[in-house]
């Protein structure tokens, strides 16, 4: 079992860059897959970017290439999503979680365990 914490989040304009951060503290940590997904109010929860344990694997989104970026430290046990060149539609909550198995999920119902989510506000 892992619990994952977030933070990083805040508010920030248009065009700027926030890294979110998400922590846990058992060793378990460095087996599972992490994913970030971020829900707007009024829409379904989406999916960011997720990285194999090991990191040796990333599956992102393809709309947020070039923007979003998703890196782990397991000596930390914190994974980051790193997003640049922010937009007013990418105010959210962002919330990590984490999985087993080895195949990168983009669907939220393969994640066990999740964060309580950080708020991302991006002002125009």
């Known amino acids: 079992q892992v619990q994952p914490v977030e933070s990083g989040g805040g508010l920030v304009q248009a065009g700027g860059s926030l890294r979110l951060s998400c922590a846990a503290s058992?060793?378990?940590?460095?087996?599972?897959?992490m994913g970030w997904f971020r829900q707007a109010p009024g829409k379904e929860r989406e999916f960011l970017a997720a990285?194999?344990?090991?990191?040796?694997?990333?599956y992102l989104e393809d709309s947020l290439k070039g923007r979003f970026a998703i890196s782990r430290d397991n000596s930390k046990n914190i994974v980051y999503l790193q997003m640049n060149s922010l937009k007013p539609e990418d105010t959210a909550i962002y919330y990590c979680?984490?999985?087993?198995?080895?195949?990168?999920?983009?669907?939220?119902?393969?994640?066990?365990?999740w964060g309580q989510g950080t708020q991302v506000t991006v002002s125009s």
């Open positions: 979680a984490a999985a087993r198995g080895q195949a990168l999920r983009n669907s939220a119902a393969f994640y066990d365990y």
């Open positions: 058992e060793r378990t940590f460095s087996s599972y897959n």
């Open positions: 990285i194999s344990w090991s990191a040796d694997r990333i």
